[in-house]
């Protein structure tokens, strides 16, 4: 019997309502799984074929189209009709349930939930499907809202692509490496640009700018008066 690991495990959560999001993605961060986020369905097939998740978490309200109609074409495509499917409602009743099943769902979450028993049902989805791989040669650094492909230089943030100017992308990168350290002005523009001398305050507008970009991942970086920056994980 292979060791369960978590971290080898990327889920996608399809989810439109964004207090239902930051819930699933702080519960499933806690337990070290990769999480990427998309709102919608046609968002949701362009993020699958980017990221390739293991498992998709879909809420079967989404703006679009249903989630049941999301989970139809993708037991339609012969790329992905293996893939475990949970679907999430706030509708419970018998009918529902069947529909659910009927599209193609392996299982079948009432919202709301019991987060020990969420847990549970995606490990059992997942213990029956192969671990994906660990020598891709693009590793993808995950953090709650946060997506990261240092290699593909790729960013986006809860689902979305953001594009950041090659500076932006170092620091971050930088504040991401350095594993909650505090990064003075000075270790930041080194990293960002290569090079040394005082601390400048150019930094504090490449960082203001980073933030405005990544939008609700913002809350990330935090500053350290007098300190510098260091990125805080969800």
Known sequence: MRLF???????????????????????????????????????ALETIRASQPALCLIDVALPDASGLELCRRLRADRRLWRMPIVLLSARGAETDRVAGFESGA??????????????????????????PKSTEPSDVLCYGLLE???????????????????????????????GGEVLS???LETSSSGRGGSPSRAVDSHIKRLRRKLGPAAQYIQTIRSLGYRFTSP
């Not at 919202?111 to 059992?124: G, M, N, T």
Request: net charge negative; glycine share 2%; no cysteine.
């Open 5 to 43: 690991r978590p971290a080898d495990y990327t889920l996608l959560v399809v989810a439109d309502d964004d207090d239902d999001a930051r819930l699933l993605a702080r519960v499933l961060d806690q337990e070290r799984y990769p999480v990427v986020r998309a709102r919608a369905a046609l968002a």
């Open 185 to 187: 002005r000075q270790d």
């Open 106 to 131: 392996d299982d079948y979450v009432v919202k709301p939930f019991s987060v020990p028993e969420l847990l549970l049902r995606l490990r059992a989805r997942l213990s029956e499907v192969p671990a």
């Open 148 to 178: 990261v492909h240092p290699e593909a230089f790729r960013v986006r943030v809860a689902g979305q692509a953001v594009p950041l100017s090659a500076q932006e992308f170092r620091l971050l990168l930088a504040l991401l490496h350095a």
